[in-house]
């Protein structure tokens, strides 16, 4: 890790940690999910370096050591996009590979369909093709105690949040959403409550790496990361007749929870994804689960490798 540089880069008003390592002519543009940060790319980072490739993560606004909009409970997935977008200006980038995780899809989707000019490929892991908005993830498909639908409630995941330490808050979630199942709560209980707080860290998580999620949740906290995604998700992003033409890879565990979202087996698995990606390729991993990047990192580079190598 003593080789990734830290900095913080002005983008659109705001101080975005950026984080970056390698000096390749070609760049891949990570994009970090929920509840990650830069730090879940640290060994696709490491990989890419050494492979000969410029690697850039960067905190979304709100979160980590990057500042917060001035009102996080406005802001939303086209501000992210319009990040990326300043971001790949700011640091003179013309084109780059986006690789997106879990919402970190979203914006890598929204500007590979927006401005194509600036995109190499497009690679993401544990979500097919969506675009925020009402058709993107339909809520009244889902089951009502879902996660999502808890979160996306102004006030509800914060009173059950607030009833531990940030990094318990983080240890759970990690336990909780490397697991196969969805997280459907109860009428009486929370999300946090679904998780055994004798269940022990998955094996490829250590303290150390928690350790790191929690200072970074700390300093943020989890005001806007709660805004963005949960609660603009069904905001329309504007986008009609979406498509993205650029090369691109989509990577899903087995294993991963979001295959048990309604209907998204059959969207992944008949290749009705395509419609929107003609361009695309998908790759099953047996073992592997949400987080799968970090779970499997050795077989994740080469999968990201092989695919950067082809375009």
Not at 16 to 41: A, C, D, M, N, R
Not at 110 to 115: F, K, L, P, R
Not at 262 to 271: A, H, L, S, V
Request: charged share 20%; glycine share 8%.
């Amino acid at each position: 890790m003593e080789k990734i540089q830290h900095s913080h880069v002005q983008v659109r008003g705001l101080k975005l940690h950026v984080v970056q390592t390698g000096t390749g002519p070609k760049v891949v543009l990570f994009l970090h999910g929920f509840p990650e940060i830069w730090y879940s790319w640290r060994h696709q980072m490491i990989a890419m370096a050494n492979a000969g490739y410029r690697a850039v993560a960067f905190d979304f606004r709100g979160y980590g050591l990057s500042d917060h909009p001035p009102e996080p409970e406005r802001a939303n997935f086209n501000d992210l996009a319009d990040d990326v977008v300043a971001l790949l200006d700011s640091l003179a980038i013309d084109k780059a590979f986006l690789v997106g995780k879990d919402f970190g899809a979203f914006p890598a989707f929204t500007v590979a369909v927006t401005h194509p000019e600036r995109v190499l490929g497009v690679i993401t892991l544990g979500v097919p093709f969506l675009i925020p908005g009402p058709l993107g993830v339909q809520f009244d498909l889902l089951p009502k105690g879902y996660y999502v639908i808890r979160w996306a409630e102004p006030g509800r995941a914060e009173a059950d949040f607030g009833r531990f330490d940030v990094k318990t808050v983080v240890r759970n979630i990690y336990i909780l959403f490397c697991r196969s199942e969805l997280q459907v709560a109860g009428d009486n209980e929370e999300i946090m409550d679904l998780v055994d707080p004798s269940t022990p860290l998955p094996p490829w998580f250590t303290e150390e790496d928690l350790d790191v999620y929690a200072t970074l949740y700390q300093n943020s906290g989890f005001r806007t990361a709660l805004q963005v995604p949960y609660r603009c998700m069904q905001l329309d992003c504007g986008i009609t007749n979406p498509k993205v033409i650029a090369p691109s890879l989509l990577i899903m565990g087995e294993k991963d929870y979001v295959m048990k979202s309604p209907g998204m087996e059959d969207y992944i698995r008949k290749g009705i994804v395509k419609q929107f990606m003609p361009n695309l390729d998908i790759i099953f991993m047996s073992e592997g689960n949400h987080f799968v990047q970090e779970q499997l990192p050795e077989q994740v580079n080469e999968l990201i490798l092989s695919f950067l190598a082809k375009n």
